[in-house]
């Protein structure tokens, strides 16, 4: 079992700067990739970033650019640095792990509101 932790969602102007964090525990060794999922109102749950376990990473169309997704091993916790933010980044965001055997665990989300 992994247990996920999110936090550092707010409210913030267009153009503005959050960042997300996800603190990881439990069964960290089987831990073989960590990300952020967003999910906006009335839609489904869609992959903003991920990286693996050697760092190789992946984003979204819409964020390349603007978003950039870190871990630290050391700390078991990944981060989600979001700048030039838009409205259209507005959802709630879920941390993401996935584990040995393909399981998925996910955090209970934290909401990023981005006003005009």
């Known amino acids: 079992q992994v247990q996920l932790v999110e936090s550092g969602g707010g409210l913030v102007q267009a153009g503005g700067s959050l960042r997300l964090s996800c603190a990881a525990s439990?069964?960290?060794?089987?831990?073989?990739?960590m990300g952020w999922y967003r999910q906006a109102p009335g839609k489904q749950r869609d992959l903003v970033a991920m990286?693996?376990?050697?760092?190789?990473?992946d984003y979204a169309d819409s964020v390349k650019g603007r978003f950039t997704i870190s871990r630290d091993n050391a700390k078991n916790t990944v981060d989600l640095q979001m700048i030039s933010l838009k409205p259209e980044d507005t959802g709630v965001y879920y941390c993401?792990?996935?584990?040995?055997?393909?399981?998925?665990?996910w955090g209970k989300g934290t909401l990023v509101t981005v006003s005009l």
């Open positions: 993401h792990s996935r584990a040995t055997w393909n399981w998925d665990y």
């Open positions: 439990g069964s960290i060794s089987s831990i073989k990739s």
């Open positions: 990286i693996t376990n050697g760092g190789n990473t």
